[in-house]
C-alpha cells in the first residue's frame, strides 16, 4: 500500500497560480504512475494530470494543459502540481493517487490521498 498525502490548497483569485504537493511513502516500489484527479460540487470524479514515476513522461487533460505542470522529486519522494492562470472553473477537491500501471482512468488507481479544496473566484 502506497500512503499519499495532499497539501497546498486554498482560495485564489481568478489568474492566480497554485501550488499543491503530495508526500508520497509506503511501498513505493510498487507504484509506476502518479497522478492527479479532481472532484467539483455535483461532478464526477476527473483526470488532471500525471507522471510516470520513473521515466518523467507527463500526461495531461485538454482542460489544463498549458496552465498546469505536473512534477515529482524522487529524492523527496514528492509530487507537484503547479497551476497557473487558474480560472473559477478549476474550483474542486484535488486528489494525488498512485497507479501500478494506467495513467489516465480512476480504476487505474489503487491508492488516493484525502484531498485538498482549491477554490477559484472570480
Known amino acids: 500500500q502506497v500512503q499519499l498525502v495532499e497539501s497546498g490548497g486554498g482560495l485564489v483569485q481568478a489568474g492566480d497560480s497554485l501550488r499543491l504537493s503530495c508526500a508520497v511513502s509506503g511501498r513505493t516500489f510498487s507504484m509506476s504512475v502518479l497522478g492527479w484527479f479532481r472532484q467539483a460540487p455535483g461532478k464526477e470524479l476527473e483526470f488532471v494530470a500525471a507522471i510516470r514515476w520513473i521515466s518523467g513522461t507527463t500526461y495531461y487533460a485538454d482542460s489544463v494543459k498549458g496552465r498546469f505542470a505536473i512534477s515529482r522529486d524522487n529524492a523527496k519522494n514528492t509530487l507537484y502540481l503547479q497551476m497557473n492562470s487558474l480560472k473559477p472553473e478549476d474550483t474542486a477537491v484535488y486528489y494525488c493517487?498512485?497507479?501500478?500501471?494506467?495513467?489516465?482512468?480512476?480504476?487505474?488507481?489503487?491508492?488516493w490521498g484525502q484531498g485538498t479544496q482549491v477554490t477559484v473566484s472570480s
Open positions: 493517487a498512485a497507479s501500478p500501471f494506467g495513467v489516465a482512468k480512476t480504476y487505474d488507481y489503487d491508492s
